[in-house]
């Protein structure tokens, strides 16, 4: 499915604060159900739902009501690996990683109408992502971050902008210990959005921190020739 958002793509990851014992009436499911309403609200392009510890049948009922939120907006809904629940649950997509199967197989069993995304954190990674049919990529971790540190050393940005090179027109977002303050070096890197989990995680001010990262990017594109 080609990747048609309105630019900056801006992807709010969910924390996958939830356990194998969260139930449906756990106040950690009503408290992403309000994130996914809030980010509805601020106009966010794409949501993750990254929520590895549920069980099955918690997960497909998570899903199933965040996309009741979803329907009929101009936001998507992915899950994180669980190609099999996003396409159950009337999801958009699936979002892939290194322990995930191959985006061509997931196309081949789900067809074409399946968004995928994919993480990656290294340009060999990136570009394996684009040859199986991946829709976009995530980059990262970009800067220093608690949650990637089992990723090793940040990238950078230059490694980014080597990315974004490499793959020439083929959706690149950033993700890893970005701020409103920073997202502007990841647009002059040349990427086409933003991902992030502490991010966007407080629904209270996800309204304004999607303001500030979109006018940095329409910034961005005021200073190339």
């Known amino acids: 499915m080609p990747l048609n958002l309105s630019r900056p793509i801006l992807y709010l990851i969910t924390r996958g604060a939830t356990t194998e014992g969260t139930r449906p009436d756990a106040p950690e499911f009503a408290l992403i159900l309000h994130q996914v309403s809030a980010a509805v609200a601020a106009g966010i392009n794409l949501i993750q739902i990254r929520e590895k510890q549920l069980t099955g049948r918690v997960l497909f009922e998570l899903v199933e009501q965040a996309r009741d939120l979803t329907r009929g907006t101009n936001t998507r809904l992915l899950v994180n690996d669980r190609a099999d629940v996003s396409v159950s649950a009337g999801a958009d997509g699936v979002h892939l990683t290194a322990q995930s199967l191959d985006a061509a197989i997931i196309r081949k069993t789900f067809g074409t109408e399946v968004l995928i995304g994919a993480s990656t ?25 608690q949650s990637k540190k089992l990723f090793g050393p940040p990238a950078g940005l230059e490694q980014l902008s080597a990315v974004v ?61």
């Open 165 to 225: 090179r490499a793959l020439r027109d083929f959706p690149v977002l950033a993700l890893g210990g970005i701020s409103p303050a920073n997202a502007v070096d990841c647009f002059a890197a040349g990427v086409l959005g933003i991902a992030g989990i502490s991010l966007f995680s407080d629904p209270q001010t996800l309204m304004q921190t999607a303001t500030v990262i979109v006018e940095s990017a329409k910034a961005q594109r005021g200073r190339r020739p």
């Open 121 to 145: 954190h290294s340009l060999a990674e990136a570009r394996a992502a684009q040859e199986q049919g991946a829709d976009f990529i995530v980059f990262g971790p970009v800067f220093e971050t």
